[in-house]
Nanobody, 116 residues
Framework: QVRLVESGGGLVQAGGFLSLSCAAS????????MGWYRQAPGKNRELVAT???????DYADSVKGRFTISMNNAKNTIYLRMNGLKPEDTAVYYC??????????WGRGTQVTVSS
């Protein structure tokens, strides 16, 4: 069984910053990529940022230059530093893992709210 535990969400004013973390534990074989997705009310879940075990990063256009994803391979943990937050960044942020086993897994999500 795989467990993804997210932390770091909260309420912040526009222009502020937050840092999220996601720790993966359990029976995991060969992590390929981890990442963050988000879902705002009434909208589909969308990619925010991903990072491979080799450090290759991918970002949504809407967060490029503001968000930074990083990974601690030894701890199977990823981080998301979010600067210059905007009200449109308000969403539930979900951690995602892609591995040889168990395949894909999701965290339960953490709420990020940006007030104007």
């Amino acid at each position: 069984q795989v467990r993804l535990v997210e932390s770091g969400g909260g309420l912040v004013q526009a222009g502020g910053f937050l840092s999220l973390s996601c720790a993966a534990s359990g029976s995991i074989i060969s992590i390929n990529r981890m990442g963050w997705y988000r879902q705002a009310p009434g909208k589909n879940r969308e990619l925010v940022a991903t990072i491979t075990r080799d450090g290759i990063r991918d970002y949504a256009d809407s967060v490029k230059g503001r968000f930074t994803i990083s990974m601690n391979n030894a701890k199977n943990t990823i981080y998301l530093r979010m600067n210059g937050l905007k009200p449109e960044d308000t969403a539930v942020y979900y951690c995602n893992l892609e591995s040889y086993s168990p395949g894909a897994a999701w965290g339960r999500g953490t709420q990020v709210t940006v007030s104007s």
